[in-house]
C-alpha cells in the first residue's frame, strides 16, 4: 500500500507542477504583449511629437 501511495503523491505533485508551468506560461505571454504593445504605443507618440515640433 505504501508504494501506491507514493505513486499517488508523485502524480499529484508532477500534476501540481504542470498546471504551475501553465500558469507561468500564460503569465509570461501576457506580460511580453504588454511590452510589445507599449513599445510600439511609444514609438507613435514620439512620431506624432516630433511631427509636431
Given at each position: 500500500?505504501?508504494?501506491?501511495?507514493?505513486?499517488?503523491?508523485?502524480?499529484?505533485?508532477?500534476?501540481?507542477?504542470?498546471?504551475?508551468?501553465?500558469?507561468?506560461?500564460?503569465?509570461?505571454?501576457?506580460?511580453?504583449?504588454?511590452?510589445?504593445?507599449?513599445?510600439?504605443?511609444?514609438?507613435?507618440?514620439?512620431?506624432?511629437?516630433k511631427?509636431?515640433?
Amino acid at each position: 500500500m505504501n508504494i501506491f501511495q507514493t505513486s499517488d503523491k508523485a502524480a499529484k505533485l508532477l500534476a501540481n507542477n504542470a498546471k504551475f508551468n501553465v500558469v507561468i506560461a500564460v503569465l509570461s505571454i501576457i506580460f511580453i504583449g504588454i511590452v510589445i504593445y507599449l513599445v510600439k504605443l511609444d514609438r507613435k507618440v514620439s512620431k506624432l511629437e516630433k511631427n509636431q515640433k
